[in-house]
Every structure is written in structure tokens, then in C-alpha cells.
């Protein structure tokens, strides 16, 4: 018998993967969570910390591969099963997916996707020991970064998607504690002002600094 306490999220962006998956897990007896992005399920997780994650590779707004990427990093013990219609191959993870197991939805079964969460939920995740949930502070200082024109750009890293975005130009920043607006997620940003400046960067403002800027946060 399966823990019908377990708690499942799976995250697709088409509505009708989403209502037949959260249908075939609910009745193995699991409770079921949903998400249409990367973006979606990141929010859903500042409340609820699932047993298992589903998520297709292929979505809008954040990719199931930086997805996943942020999960790992932020939160290493949730087991975590990729998806997705454009790969063939069930045994072996795509290149650069950070998952615990695939599955190909063209070519396996959904008992196979079921066999799989039953074996994941089942079986304890040992993760490296240098991994640790990414626990990003309440106020950030941050980078200064200098444009191709000479002006100074603030750069903030998002505690939630782990994005770098620009809040604006260095000049129009106030003092002690500010709150600046993800522009990706929306999440809410406190930082202070860094002192420190970063060499002469050639990039646009809000340039996407992608899941590599998190170690800022560590």
C-alpha cells in the first residue's frame, strides 16, 4: 500500500497532462498538488513542502530544466522525477537535468510513472554531503555592476527563483534597508546597498543572470 499521507506536486503547463496525472495519483492514494510553471510552483512552495516533484521540462516563463535547478539547490531532499514528450529515452536523465528520475511520456505507460513514485517516496534521498537547503537571508546586500555608459546598475539575486535582475541605476538608491520587486516572479526583494563595485560589465539592465548567481546567497 502506498502512504496516502504523501503529498505530490506535479507541474506541466497543459491543463488536461495536469488533470490526468493529479487523477492517476490521487486514486494510487496520494494528495496531490498542482502547478502550470516553474514560477507557479516556486510560489506554492513558500507554504508547502512536498514528498515528491513532477515536473515537465518543456514550460513557459521557467524551463522545467532551471526549475529543477532551483529546487536542488534550495531544497535537496525532495525527490524529483523529470518529464517530457521530446526525448526517448526512459534510463538515461537528458543532459543537464538535476532530477532523480525520467520519465518519457511518448514511450512509457502511466503504471511506469506510478512504479517510479512509489519507489522514489519509498526510498530515502541520499544527497552529497556538500549539499544544503539554499537559505537566503532576510536583506541581501547588493552588487554593484558599472554599464558601458559609466553609470553604476544595482544587481540583486531573487530568493525565490534565484534570477539576478537590475533594480536601477545607483544614483536614484536611498540608504538602510529598500524592498525592490522580482521581475520575474514578482517576489518581494530587501537589500542594503553594497559599497563594492564589480568591473565594467557589458549587459542591458534586468539582465538575466540565470540559477548560477545563487551562490551569492550562500
Not at 512536498?50 to 513557459?60: E, G, K, R
Request: aromatic share 6%; hydrophobic share 40%.
Amino acid at each position: 500500500m502506498h502512504d496516502k499521507q504523501a503529498s505530490i506536486l506535479f507541474v506541466d503547463d497543459e491543463p488536461c497532462m495536469r488533470e490526468m496525472v493529479a487523477m492517476l495519483l490521487s486514486e494510487e492514494g496520494y494528495e496531490v498538488l498542482t502547478a502550470v510553471d516553474g514560477i507557479d510552483a516556486l510560489a506554492q512552495l513558500r507554504s508547502v513542502t512536498p514528498n515528491l516533484i513532477i515536473s515537465d521540462l518543456n514550460m513557459p516563463r521557467m524551463s522545467g530544466l532551471e526549475f529543477l535547478s532551483v529546487v536542488r539547490r534550495r531544497f535537496p531532499a525532495i525527490p524529483v522525477i523529470a518529464m517530457s514528450g521530446a526525448y526517448d529515452h526512459g534510463d538515461v536523465l537528458p543532459a543537464g537535468v538535476m532530477a532523480d528520475a525520467f520519465y518519457p511520456k511518448s514511450r512509457c505507460p502511466p503504471d511506469e510513472l506510478m512504479r517510479i513514485v512509489a519507489e522514489l517516496i519509498g526510498t530515502p534521498i541520499a544527497r552529497a554531503t556538500n549539499y544544503r537547503p539554499c537559505r537566503p537571508p532576510a536583506v541581501q546586500t547588493s552588487r554593484t555592476v558599472s554599464n558601458h555608459d559609466g553609470t553604476s546598475t544595482i544587481m540583486l539575486t531573487c530568493p525565490e527563483c534565484l534570477r539576478a535582475f537590475s533594480s536601477g541605476n545607483i544614483r536614484e538608491a536611498g540608504h538602510g534597508t529598500q524592498a525592490a520587486e522580482c521581475v520575474y516572479c514578482l517576489t518581494p526583494v530587501h537589500y542594503m546597498v553594497g559599497v563594492s563595485r564589480e568591473p565594467t560589465l557589458q549587459m542591458p539592465p534586468q539582465s538575466y543572470g540565470g540559477v548560477g548567481e545563487s551562490a551569492s546567497l550562500n
